[in-house]
């Protein structure tokens, strides 16, 4: 390894395979546990919570992938703190109520200078609602 590939390495956040993180909505901001999925292109957040945090406009939408199968769906942009780094990062919406994580964070925000340590987790893995 070269000395500018271990500085680089050096600086970025390492994260685990959840994470606290503080979503900023419009109407509210919110501190809750996060699952890092380094297999997913795109992050997501649940639609409930989503419209709770007064996130939006729609900005876009994107065509997802998911064991249930192909699927349209919107994105919103909201800043997030995560690994103590502040982030405007896009998120598709999706029904997460059932699942115990509500937002996922994947490749779009974790190309952005963080390591994932999967012997790392998370003080709780509880839903912070």
């Known amino acids: 390894m070269t000395p ?10 390492i994260v685990g395979l959840t994470e606290k993180i503080i979503v900023v909505g419009q109407s509210e901001t919110k501190e809750l546990i996060a699952r890092i999925d380094t297999g ?3 992050s997501s957040i649940d639609l409930t919570l989503a419209t709770r945090l007064g996130l939006g406009p729609v900005v876009d939408s994107k065509l997802v992938k998911s064991a249930h199968g ?15 780094k502040k982030i ?3 998120f598709t919406l999706a029904d997460r109520g059932h ?8 490749q779009n925000i974790l190309k952005k200078d963080f390591l994932v340590d999967p012997g790392t987790r998370a003080d709780s893995a509880k839903k912070l609602l």
Not at 70 to 83: A, D, H
Not at 99 to 106: E, F, P
């Open 70 to 84: 192909v699927k349209l769906r919107p994105v919103v942009q909201s800043e997030i703190e995560i690994g103590g």
């Open 40 to 42: 997913a292109t795109k």
């Open 88 to 90: 405007l990062a896009k």
């Open 4 to 13: 500018e590939e271990y500085e680089h390495i050096k600086e970025r956040t």
């Open 99 to 106: 699942m115990r994580y509500l937002v996922l964070i994947g």
